[in-house]
Structure formats: C-alpha cells, structure tokens
C-alpha cells in the first residue's frame, strides 16, 4: 500500500515562509515521478510543481516560480517544497502526489494516481 503524508503546514503573515515535507512509503521512493498540488477554497485543484525521479528536473507553476522550490531526498523517502515569499493567495491545501507509469500499444504515460492528505497553508495579509 502506497501511503504519502505532508506536514509542515500552518498560519503564516505574508510574506514569510513554510517548509513543506511529504513521507512517502510503500514502494520504491526513488522510481516515481512527484509533485506538489493546492486546492484553495471554493476552487478545483491546481498543479503547482514537480520533480523528476532523480531530482535534477522540476518544473513550476507560473505562479509560483522564483518563489517556490521543490526538492526530493531519495535516501529519507521525503519530497519537500520551501515557500518564501508566501502571498495570501496561495492559501490551500497542499497535497503531495507520486506518479505511476503506464504504457500501451498507443504509448507511455504518466498519471498521479496516489495523493496524501494534504497539509493546510493560510497567509494571513
């Protein structure tokens, strides 16, 4: 079973910085691709970065480029992401997601198909 729990959320004035952490067990950390979600209140799910399975790829939301970055330790099982110049909009909560491969005759692809709980991130203004 596939288990992933984010931590490190909480109140913040804008401005400041959270450290979010996501402990991913139940098959091989290192193997799969991951990335961090948001749903803010009243609103659908938004992407907002990614990493590759090594590390040396991430990709970023507009909105949160140059602010935000995302980073993996395959040895500790633990996807991150440090928030720094935090905005009352990027109030949500921040879900983890890890990525499963999948192929056919039509192809490969990627999917998220394994989320955690997600951790509350409020600015306050």
């Known amino acids: 079973q596939v288990l992933l729990a984010e931590s490190g959320g909480g109140l913040v004035q804008a401005g400041g910085s959270l450290r979010l952490s996501c402990a991913a067990s139940?098959?091989?950390?290192?193997?799969?691709?991951l990335a961090w979600y948001r749903q803010a209140p009243g609103k659908g799910p938004e992407w907002v970065s990614a990493?590759?399975?090594?590390?040396?790829?991430?990709y970023y939301a507009d909105s949160v480029k140059g602010r935000f970055t995302i980073s993996r330790d395959n040895a500790k099982n633990t996807l991150s992401l440090q928030m720094n110049s935090l905005k009352p909009e990027d109030t949500a909560l921040y879900y983890c997601?890890?990525?499963?491969?999948?192929?056919?005759?039509?192809?490969?692809?990627?999917?998220?198909?394994?989320w955690g709980q997600g951790t509350q991130v409020t600015v306050s203004s």
């Open positions: 990493i590759n399975t090594g590390g040396g790829s991430t």
């Open positions: 139940g098959r091989p950390f290192g193997s799969h691709d």
């Open positions: 997601a890890s990525a499963t491969s999948y192929c056919s005759a039509y192809g490969c692809w990627k999917q998220y198909d394994y």
